[in-house]
């Protein structure tokens, strides 16, 4: 049944690539660049195109180009296949000039419509002058091993960490984002050991999704050129008045870099494994001026701080009857720090009993701040009839936009409660107190009293005709189990079936495990996992061990299985290029994704080997 599941499965990648889906053509090029530095811009679009119209390229020259490229990816996420197609034409230009110059919007035909990617803007910074390559050792961070650093850039290793405020100065309760990002010279970035993130004291902080992999762009830092990695983001409301220090991030640096003396023979030069340099690095200590709020704050202000509040207020219906329970639904929404925003003071009259406001947040957190909606929900129960009027309720705020407090009123609220048909009665609710109420759903209703009127029967389920058949059908489920547990045992201890039937299965998850490989990057991780998935899947159909299986032995057995010449020499091929990956320089992404589609194909060929 599995092997049928999984020859449906390739078989559908052939037909998922075309369906009706947004067409998303966009430009990519670095942020900044130096002069005289020639670098790519890429025109990407998830559809064939028919007609590219190329973009005015303004200051730069194109050096290069254009050039189209198109790729076919697939992933296999717990079971679920999917397939993406891109289409790319690429430039390599070089920057003549500084300044920040723009490159023009470019466009294309897809399926007879237009599209237009959005115009570049690309800072260009005076070129670096020629750095040293002759550091000398740079010492380690305390309490760890010393490791050789000779002949190491300088620009190698310079690296640091800042934390950027988007605001200098807030008032009490106004929100300001913190980002933290990374600045290095070269993408050599290997992990980051003893981490230490600030604690913000004085401030209530929350994070903001920051990406889960480091993503690196280039930027201007003092006339040279960084690369720079976001690490983490909160969006912050200070508590408290005064200059509130921010704890530096603190982090030991591992960075891979190579060795820059001259090799000696050819061989040096391909075989060169990168050195593991460790940096300390800490940001600068930071200070925020938070300004207290004004002094002439009224009553009804209870520390809620924004802009563009709206209060509501209703009755879950327009009429009740008396001791008939029913809710007032408070909403308040607006931008701000809407988890601090307390429950509002509603003035009920003195005939409504109140009970434990149920509130619900439904706010978002994004890099603009906290907006959304926050709703109170206060459960009441009218004890007498009558025309009831319930005053306006008030919300205040400071609104840092004005720059003064704000108060929002409701609609005045009006009930109007019917004589209760049960009053007088001997179970009338009106004498019972608040520890009957029982809440069901959205709604509070009394547990009424009634006479209870019990039935005695006398019925025994033993010696029935029901009591003999569930008997026979428990002992025929037993043998049946018994059985199937039986055979299983069998089938499992004959280790070369087990191989076989699980061969198919232990491949897919290989290839699962290069996939995420391909989609990180790592180049060396991914052919080693291709190049295991494709052995271990021969060892497994054929029987034999890993040690006994050779190129020879390969053709041999998919000879026996009666499969194709050109299938066995594809599949020979692919062994070769994991082969020689591992000793080649790191290969491409279009090169690595070839790869992990044909060796999804040719295993697909021999699942019933």
């Known amino acids: 049944m599995m092997k049928r599941v999984f020859i449906f499965v390739i078989a559908l990648l052939s037909f998922t690539g075309i369906r009706a889906e947004t067409v998303n053509f966009t430009a990519s090029a670095p942020r900044a660049v130096a002069v005289g530095?020639?670098?790519?811009?890429?025109?990407?679009?998830?559809?064939?195109?028919?007609?590219?119209?190329?973009?005015?390229?303004?200051?730069?020259?194109?050096?290069?180009?254009?050039?189209?490229?198109?790729?076919?990816s697939v992933q296999i996420i717990n079971g679920q296949t999917t397939q993406t197609f891109m289409m790319s034409v690429t430039y390599v230009l070089q920057a003549?000039?500084?300044?920040?110059?723009?490159?023009?919007?470019?466009?294309?035909?897809?399926n007879g419509q237009t599209y237009q990617t959005?115009?570049?803007?690309?800072?260009?910074?005076?070129a670096n002058a020629p750095q040293n390559n002759n550091t000398q050792n740079q010492a380690a961070p305390q309490g760890q091993p010393a490791e050789s650093h000779q002949n190491i850039s300088a620009d190698e290793t310079d690296a640091f960490v800042r934390i950027h405020f988007n605001k200098s100065t807030v008032v009490q309760g106004e929100p300001m984002n913190a980002t933290i990002k990374l600045y290095t010279r070269q993408m050599n970035i290997a992990g980051f050991e003893n981490i230490k993130f600030p604690v913000f004291n004085g401030f209530w902080s929350q994070d903001i999704e920051s990406p889960q992999q480091l993503q690196f762009q280039r930027e201007n830092v003092n006339g040279k050129l960084y690369y720079t990695a976001l690490l983490r983001r909160y969006i912050l409301y200070p508590q408290q008045s005064g200059a509130l220090k921010i704890d530096p991030f603190e982090a030991t640096c591992t960075m891979q870099v190579r060795n820059n003396q001259q090799p000696r023979n050819i061989f040096d030069s391909f075989f060169d494994t990168p050195q593991q340099v460790r940096k300390q690095i800490k940001s600068p200590a930071s200070t925020v001026q938070v300004s207290p709020l004004p002094g002439n704050a009224p009553a009804s202000f209870k520390g809620s701080v924004g802009t563009n509040f709206r209060i509501t207020a209703a009755f879950n219906r327009d009429s009740s009857i008396a001791n008939d329970a029913l809710s007032?639904?408070?909403?308040?929404?607006?931008?701000?720090?809407?988890?601090?925003?307390?429950?509002?003071?509603?003035?009920?009259?003195?005939?409504?009993?109140?009970?434990?406001?149920?509130?619900t947040d439904n706010s978002k957190t994004s890099a603009a701040g906290i907006s959304g909606?926050?709703?109170?929900?206060?459960?009441?129960?009218?004890?007498?009839?009558?025309?009831?009027?319930?005053?306006?309720?008030?919300?205040?705020?400071?609104?840092?936009?004005?720059?003064?407090?704000?108060?929002?009123?409701?609609?005045d609220l009006h009930l109007g409660v019917a004589k209760d048909p049960n009053a007088g009665s001997a179970t009338n609710v009106a004498n019972i107190n608040r520890q009957?109420?029982?809440?069901?759903?959205?709604?509070?209703?009394?547990?009424?009293?009634?006479?209870?009127?019990?039935?005695?029967?006398?019925?025994l389920f033993f010696g029935t005709t029901g009591y003999y058949l569930l008997f026979v059908l428990l002992f025929a489920l037993f043998v049946i189990l018994y059985y199937s547990f039986k055979n299983h045992l069998k089938k499992s201890q004959d280790v070369v079936r087990v191989r076989h039937r699980k061969a198919n299965k232990i491949a897919q998850h290989r290839l699962k495990t290069a996939g995420q490989y391909l989609k990180d990057g790592n180049s060396n991780n991914f052919y080693d996992e291709v190049s295991r998935a494709l052995w271990g899947f021969l060892s497994d159909k054929s029987g034999l061990t890993i040690a006994d299986l050779s190129r020879d032995a390969v053709r041999e057995t998919m000879q026996r299985k009666n499969a194709k010449e050109e299938d066995i020499n594809a599949y020979l091929q692919i062994l070769d290029e994991c082969e020689y990956a591992r000793y080649a320089p790191?290969?491409?992404?279009?090169?690595?994704?070839k790869t992990y589609n044909d060796a999804i194909a040719v295993i697909s060929k021999f699942v019933e080997l």
């Not at 959005?118 to 910074?125: A, F, G, L, R, S």
């Not at 109420?437 to 547990?447: A, E, P, Q, S, W």
């Open 586 to 593: 790191g290969a491409g992404r279009v090169e690595m994704e």
């Open 328 to 359: 007032l639904v408070v909403k308040i929404s607006g931008e701000g720090n809407m988890k601090l925003v307390e429950t509002p003071k509603v003035n009920f009259p003195p005939h409504f009993e109140a009970y434990d406001v149920k509130v």
């Open 118 to 126: 959005q115009p570049v803007t690309i800072e260009v910074v005076k």
């Open 37 to 72: 530095e020639a670098f790519r811009i890429s025109f990407n679009v998830n559809a064939n195109l028919n007609n590219f119209t190329p973009p005015d390229f303004g200051g730069f020259s194109v050096m290069a180009g254009p050039s189209n490229s198109s790729s076919t």
């Open 96 to 110: 003549t000039q500084e300044g920040k110059l723009q490159i023009g919007a470019a466009g294309a035909t897809v």
């Open 373 to 411: 909606t926050k709703q109170f929900e206060y459960p009441v129960i009218p004890r007498s009839e009558g025309s009831f009027d319930i005053p306006a309720i008030e919300f205040t705020y400071f609104d840092i936009n004005k720059k003064q407090y704000v108060t929002i009123r409701s609609k």
């Open 436 to 459: 009957t109420v029982k809440t069901l759903n959205n709604d509070i209703h009394y547990i009424k009293a009634s006479k209870l009127h019990l039935h005695a029967k006398n019925f």
